[in-house]
RNA sequence: UCCGGCGUAGCUCAAUGGUAGAGCGGGUGGCUGUUAACCACUAGGUUGUAGGUUCGAGUCCUACCGCCGGAGCCA
């Protein structure tokens, strides 16, 4: 990945007078506590300046970092330089690394030498509060920002601990195909592709060829984009996002939720181990991270619908809304107070960070207004809800404020299920597959089952919804080669990265999110 | 597809139906320890588009466009 600084091509220092003063090290800012006292090089971004009349502070980042580089004027070289550096310019310098308590992260480079590489033009990102809207449009340049990076190495990490987690268990990588023909499921969710005058569809599984390499191997998982077009517009939906599914052969429903727990402890571990400090940027509570162990609360579908329906479920529901209806009327009465500080703060930079209380405090007040509108019916709606419906966000969401750690359900309406999964021999009626609902609202990341692993129960449940059995010989044929109780479950990346991250919209985790309505850039 | 909210300077936002403003960012000048620095000056606008009501519309009405949030559907 990186260059790290033995491997920086030393040619480029040999070009021009500036660079020829740059005799030293390159180092990156994450390193800069092994070389106090050290003269060194940086290469990276102007993030910031302050400039005074004989003292420039620049505001270095370079991926791994940011760090305070300070340039007096008794430097002219260095100086003069340093005073043309416009927001986001790429440059090198070199400097004595000291360490300062007046320098944020405590270690600041006093500079003898500055080269521009390039002097950007005006930038557009300053380092105040925009809206989504802009900063969507201008993702290519927002990913440079602390929030973001911070969340990519997060994204990053996760990814890392999850293919991890399944090498490590024996787990062989299977690549499953893109382009498909015909669905697994409705076709209505699915993006249609020319390929030679015939329409196929961009995957939104790779669980069929999955279940295949698993009756090769053993133990198999897949990893890559998935493609939905469903026409979704919330904050948990993406059209085009990743998915690790592992498969398994005489693999068994209990062993799969148990799979599911030591995975997603696993994650949350590597997180909390190795990203405090990007954790920390995020802002994110740890504590309710700190909580994820083993055991997971484990339910059926009709536990949880009985669950809904109890005196004692709703009874806490509206205590909870009791107490948020205090809430927002505290934040409202703050909201008042501080709108006189506004009115009546006379210096620009009062105003400004007023206002940007102001601001933070209306959107989390439309926030709770919206949410304080819909629960009462939300809370009807559970009370009411029928035995044989799938589980909505809103019943999901109401079932895991019950716990402090994700909770696994299982034993869903075969109705409502995909049609390879098994039938509960103890009641046909529901299927022996598992969701995992993960805490604070973040809605569903786990979703599998054991499969239907007998040909003849297999096809008609095939005929059954009305597919066409052609396409699905070489599936069948999984059956009548060495059948096996088998299953397996699919995780979203970007569900987990927003849950772990404690964000607000799945939009932010994923480098360049695709949405209804957004593809650029 | 449905419901709700928003659209004013490059950005973030103000503006009882009555002269379109502030902060940031840009430019110029000042300041040797700043912490999203500060001080002074300066440029910057067909208020999303098209109609309508009114003596007068950023503000009210209608349609459209765009964005945001939610529902449905889902990981």
């Known amino acids: 990945m990186g260059c790290r600084g033995a491997c920086a091509p030393r040619t480029q220092y040999r070009t021009g007078t500036v660079a020829q003063a740059m005799m030293t090290d390159r180092v990156q800012i994450n390193q800069l506590a092994d070389h106090v006292g050290a003269e060194v090089t940086l290469a990276g971004w102007l993030f910031g300046q302050r400039k005074g009349g004989k003292v420039i502070f620049l505001l270095v980042r370079d991926g791994t970092g940011l760090c305070q580089c300070v340039v007096s004027a008794d430097t002219e070289s260095a100086f003069a330089n340093a005073t043309t550096l416009t927001q986001e310019s790429s440059l090198r310098l070199s400097g004595l690394v000291r360490q300062d308590d007046r320098a944020p992260g405590g270690y600041e480079i006093a500079v003898t030498a500055v080269e521009p590489v390039q002097l950007a033009d005006e930038y557009p990102i300053t380092r105040k509060p925009h809206g989504i809207d802009f900063l969507m449009n201008h993702r290519h340049l927002w990913l440079r920002s602390p929030r973001q990076t911070a969340i990519l190495r997060i994204r990053h990490r996760l990814i890392r601990a999850m293919r991890d987690f399944f090498d490590q268990r024996g787990f062989t990588l299977i690549d499953t195909p893109i382009l498909t ?35 090769a191997l053993g133990k198999v998982y897949c990893f890559g984009p998935t493609f939905r077009a469903e026409k979704s517009k919330t904050r948990r939906h993406l059209t085009e996002f990743w998915m690790i599914e592992p498969e398994i052969a005489f693999a068994e429903l209990p062993d799969l939720a148990n799979l599911a727990e030591e995975f997603i402890c696993a994650l949350v571990h590597a997180a909390l181990t190795d990203c405090r400090a990007e954790l920390e940027t995020l802002e994110r509570d740890l504590e309710p991270l700190q909580r994820i162990q083993a055991p997971f609360p484990r339910i059926t579908y009709s536990e949880a619908v009985e669950r809904l329906h109890s005196d004692a479920l709703h009874e806490q529901l509206e205590a909870a809304l009791t107490a948020d209806r205090e809430r927002l009327n505290a934040w409202r009465a703050e909201l008042e107070q501080t709108e006189a500080e506004r009115a009546a703060a006379r210096k620009g930079w009062q105003q400004e960070r007023l206002d940007r209380t102001l601001h933070q405090l209306r959107e989390r007040i439309r926030e709770l207004e919206a949410d304080l509108q819909n629960r009462p019916l939300h809370i009807e709606q559970a009370k009411q809800f029928a035995w044989g419906k799938d589980l909505g ?16 359900i299982t034993h869903y309406p075969r109705d409502v299920k995909a049609f390879y999964m098994k039938p509960d021999p103890n009641d046909p009626r529901v299927v022996l597959n598992l969701d995992v609902i993960a805490p604070e609202g973040y809605g569903e990341i786990i979703g599998g089952s054991q499969r239907e692993e007998d040909a003849d129960a297999l096809l008609a449940r095939i005929d059954a919804e009305e ?8 599936y069948l044929d999984l059956r009548r080669y060495g059948s096996v109780p088998h299953g397996g479950f699919g995780l979203g990346v970007e569900r987990t990265v927003a849950w772990i991250c404690g964000l607000r919209h799945i939009r932010e985790t994923i480098p360049f999110p695709r949405l209804m309505g957004r593809l650029t850039p």
């Open 181 to 215: 023909p015909g669905a697994a499921e409705g076709a209505g969710t699915l993006f249609p592709v020319d390929y030679f005058g015939d329409e196929v569809y961009l995957a939104q599984t790779g669980q069929l060829y999955l279940e295949s390499a698993a009756m």
């Open 393 to 408: 966000g809103d019943e999901e969401t109401i079932l895991s404020r019950q716990y402090d750690r994700p909770v696994i």
């Open 467 to 474: 597919m066409t059995p052609d396409s699905y010989q070489w």
